[in-house]
């Protein structure tokens, strides 16, 4: 009787144990699977293996055939697990769980990378995500006001500056006043900040210029495409708020015709000189299809998000919803081919001076050079 009392008590601790105990992640993911009906038939997805690192618990199954990938997936398993979850599928699904999200600041520090590549920021686990320039050329930065784009185009500045001292040129149109890049005007690699519409028109004539010299030399050359040459030199074309540049009709005529010159020269970088060496940034905080029209948007591959107001701004920016739902300053969809939510470096004025300052150019130095570029330039 007693033992047969002690017997039940062992069995229903085992029960109450099993059943109250907490959860694998494993368990818990099978769970999902099951209860989201995710699979094929009555085929769930099914377990291979986990790998353990220091950043994240990978789980890797196999999958039914004709199992795709469903994005709300994703979205289940980080709420019920819980964690930041990545979810990849390659052959198999794999599942990344990771121990910590991301931290909401990375503060700039010089990153030594091949050529043209820019750190862009982290991923979770830490991965560095970066950009290589002389695969594809141009990029639009969108981002409403305050969420980051001008400190990321400052610490890409930066990053190039401190890269490729002797190689790089920026041509950079600030056209919220100058008040973001007219500091850094006298740097040596900086060929010209232009605050308005006038100085915005002669800076890009000065690139189209600039452009076409460049075109000729190729050809009589027999060259195609810089990365064919040992020219290491490339040039960067920031633009800071390129929804400035679209005319209307609260401007005077000649801010009109000015922008018109720009709007074309600008269509005109992005079409033709990706392969002569010439890089756009086209950053604004207006994403709407005049604004980014599809010329720029079908030559710049490379498209990154800051938070937007609404889907539908982040459906021009980037083709998908998710920029409206970030939550940070610096925190931003990078896209090209694949898509990772990043935290972009953090860099501020002071710090940004501190490091470029070396290169800093005295007024009549720059004078003399400046005039010799309007010698060939022809200004609108
Ligand atoms: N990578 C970052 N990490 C952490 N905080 C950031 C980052 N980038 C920007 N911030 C914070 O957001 C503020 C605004 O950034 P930034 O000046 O780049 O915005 P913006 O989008 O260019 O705004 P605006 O269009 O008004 O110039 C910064 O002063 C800083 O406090």
């Avoid at 710049?300 to 937007?308: G, H, P, Q, V």
């Amino acid at each position: 009787m007693l033992l047969e009392a002690g017997i039940w008590i062992g069995i229903s601790t085992l029960i109450h144990y099993a059943w109250f105990r907490k959860k694998t992640e494993r368990e818990k993911i099978d769970l999902v699977f099951k209860n989201i009906k995710y699979g094929f038939q009555d085929q769930l997805p099914y377990y291979f293996k986990t790998i353990k690192s220091d950043t994240c618990n990978t789980y890797i199954y196999h999958l039914p055939y004709g199992l795709i990938d469903d994005p709300k997936l994703e979205i289940i398993l980080q709420k019920t697990l819980n964690r930041p979850v990545k979810i990849e599928l390659k052959n198999q699904l794999f599942i990344k769980v990771y121990h910590e999200d991301l931290n909401s600041k990375y503060n700039y520090k010089f990153i030594k990378l091949d050529n043209w590549q820019l750190p862009i920021g982290y991923s979770l686990g830490e991965e560095l995500i970066y950009h290589d320039f002389d695969k594809i050329p141009h990029m639009t930065v969108a981002g409403a006001t305050r969420w980051g784009k001008t400190v990321f185009m400052k610490s890409l500045m930066t990053h190039f500056i401190e890269n490729h001292p002797n190689d790089v040129e920026f041509f950079i149109l600030d056209l919220k006043g100058g008040l973001s890049f007219h500091r850094y005007a006298n740097i040596k690699q900086v060929k010209v900040v232009a605050s308005n519409y006038k100085e915005s028109a002669s800076a890009l004539q000065m690139v189209e210029q600039e452009i076409k010299q460049t075109m000729q030399q190729f050809k009589s050359n027999y060259q195609e495409n810089i990365l064919d040459t040992k020219i290491n030199k490339r040039k960067f074309i920031i633009i800071d708020e390129a929804g400035e540049l679209v005319p209307n009709n609260s401007m005077s005529d000649e801010d009109k015709f000015n922008a018109k010159i720009c709007q074309r020269i600008m269509s005109h970088i992005v079409r033709v000189s990706g392969g002569l060496g010439y890089r756009m940034i086209f950053g604004t905080q207006y994403p709407t299809a005049k604004i980014m029209d599809n010329q720029i948007k079908a030559n710049s591959s490379a498209k990154i998000s800051f938070k937007l107001e609404t889907s539908t701004q982040s459906n021009v920016a980037i083709d998908q919803d998710g920029a409206e739902k970030l939550e940070y300053p610096g925190r931003a969809i990078y896209k090209t081919v694949h898509e990772h939510v990043v935290q972009t470096f953090f860099i501020n004025s002071d710090e940004m001076w501190r490091r470029l300052r070396r290169y800093e150019v005295n007024d009549s130095a720059r004078t003399k050079k400046d005039q010799r570029r309007e010698d060939i330039v022809t200004f609108g």
